[in-house]
């Protein structure tokens, strides 16, 4: 009786494992409205060392992209009304600036500021 509560209980706390290391894994997904000369929001906190997924969602008039230059990420041009998506890795703690790299933009205010936790 005893040998199967003990099975029992090696049997969840692998499947237990089994949840947190698929948890681990998953993309924390982003989604940045650009426009005109914005982000919104235009601070996003992550956690380091998990794949970011971000999704740049253009409701402006004119294309715009996203870079950060810390993580070496840098979107295609998203031209009006479509969306672009970029996959990274934060691999470091700290708080680092993004920017649209058309130019003109960042000087017009279109920055922000990703916070990796
Ligand atoms: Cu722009």
Redesign the pocket.
């Known amino acids: 009786m005893r040998k199967w509560v003990v099975a029992g209980l090696a049997a969840a706390a692998v499947a237990l494992a089994g949840v947190t290391a698929l948890a681990g894994a998953a993309a924390q997904k982003v989604t940045l409205v650009?426009k005109?000369?914005s982000y919104t929001p235009n601070k996003i906190t992550v956690k380091a060392g998990q794949p970011v997924q971000l999704v740049l969602d253009n409701k402006?008039v004119?294309?715009?992209?996203f870079v950060v230059d810390r993580f070496k990420v840098k979107m295609g041009l998203v031209q009006p009304g479509k969306t672009g998506t970029v996959a990274f890795t934060p691999n470091a703690k700290g708080t680092f600036p993004f920017y649209?790299?058309?130019p003109g933009?960042k000087e017009a205010g279109?920055t922000g500021t990703l916070v990796v936790q």
Do not use: N
């Open positions: 650009a005109e000369f402006g004119i294309e715009h992209d649209c790299s058309v933009h279109m």
